[in-house]
């Protein structure tokens, strides 16, 4: 029997990449709703409680008020809005951190999918402080770039405007005020003790990422070096098809630059460490809209269902 799907937002840059993913399954039926009554609550309430799985695609509030109209209590909802990262009775979608984090997943009903920037932040720093390298109370930062396929259909449509302005072919530092909606869950998921220092920037390419964190070494755990720091993440993600942590011997290091649009169409991550024996630089590389977004909702769906996480993947 094939699994019901309906995708709440189909029409928005996440949810058109996760109906594309289904083009070449057949174990999934799509319920497709009327264009003219996408926004109907009656008629996307129907929707939701006829499928097996929903996917929110939707801004924070649309998201809240799709969960509100559940009444089928056998309907797994994976939201990939921010809305409920941070809820208590949520799963939170990265099933790499840890053994707890999966199970959660796959026995959960609701499911939140990490943002893009917290998906990079926190395969760095959750493992160094669950591993008691990184101390909670350390003042973390961290900066990010971005292709601007992440910013949604309007700034999809500016930055392909044959008019657009001169400053859209260059790096645009961006959340200014550190107020950027996905500082809630990099505290709340890796346990640190302050809201990360977090300075975003989006570019003139469509898609693909790396977000940095850097770090002094005396202030780390005794003895951190950079060889250290990559053995403790390399233990961490053993055996994880979707993350590779790199060597320190990579073409990153022998060319010196590490490409945000690098694994643009790829849906895992790569993490890289970098830096010398006074600082230390740790990076991930990965496509926003992969484990980014939407490949991360499909590798959650294939754990609910029991199916090889990769399934409808691109690794």
């Avoid at 995708?7 to 264009?35: H, M, Q, Y």
């Avoid at 790096?171 to 200014?176: D, V």
Wanted: charged content about 25%.
């Amino acid at each position: 029997m094939k699994t019901k799907v309906f995708i709440d937002g189909s029409a928005g840059t996440t949810g058109l990449r996760i109906d594309e993913r289904f083009a070449n399954r057949d174990d999934v039926e799509i319920l497709k709703i009327d264009p003219e009554k996408r926004k109907d609550v009656e008629e996307r309430k129907k929707m939701i409680n006829a499928s097996d799985i929903t996917f929110l695609c939707l801004p924070d509030a649309a998201s809240r008020e799709s969960v509100s109209l559940v009444e089928n209590d056998q309907v797994c909802i994976i939201d990939t809005s921010t809305a409920h990262r941070t809820e208590a009775g949520w799963a939170y979608g990265f099933p790499e951190l840890s053994k707890e984090h999966r199970e959660k997943i796959k026995t959960g009903k609701r499911i939140a999918v990490p943002g893009c920037h917290a998906t990079g932040f926190i395969s760095v720093v959750y493992p160094l402080v669950a591993n008691g390298i990184l101390p909670k109370d350390y003042p973390v930062s961290s900066f990010s770039l971005s292709g601007y396929s992440g910013a949604g259909k309007n700034t999809i449509a500016a930055y392909q405007s044959l008019d657009r302005p001169e400053a859209f072919s260059s790096g645009r530092e961006y959340a200014l005020t550190q107020q950027h909606k996905h500082l809630k869950e990099m505290k709340a998921i890796t346990g640190i003790d302050r809201l990360p220092l977090f300075s975003p920037i989006i570019d003139d390419y469509y898609s693909g990422m790396v977000v940095s964190v850097p770090l002094y070494t005396d202030m780390l755990k005794a003895g951190s070096t950079v060889e250290s720091v990559r053995d403790c993440l390399a233990k961490h993600y053993e055996g994880e098809p979707f993350i590779q942590v790199c060597p320190l011997d990579n073409e990153v290091s022998e060319s010196g630059f590490l490409p945000g649009n690098g694994l643009s169409g790829w849906d895992g991550l790569k993490i890289y460490v970098t830096g010398n024996e006074d600082r230390i630089v740790v990076s991930s590389q990965f496509d926003n809209l992969g484990k980014g977004a939407s490949g991360a909702a499909i590798q959650c769906m294939n754990i609910v269902l029991g199916y090889d996480e990769s399934k409808g993947l691109n690794l």
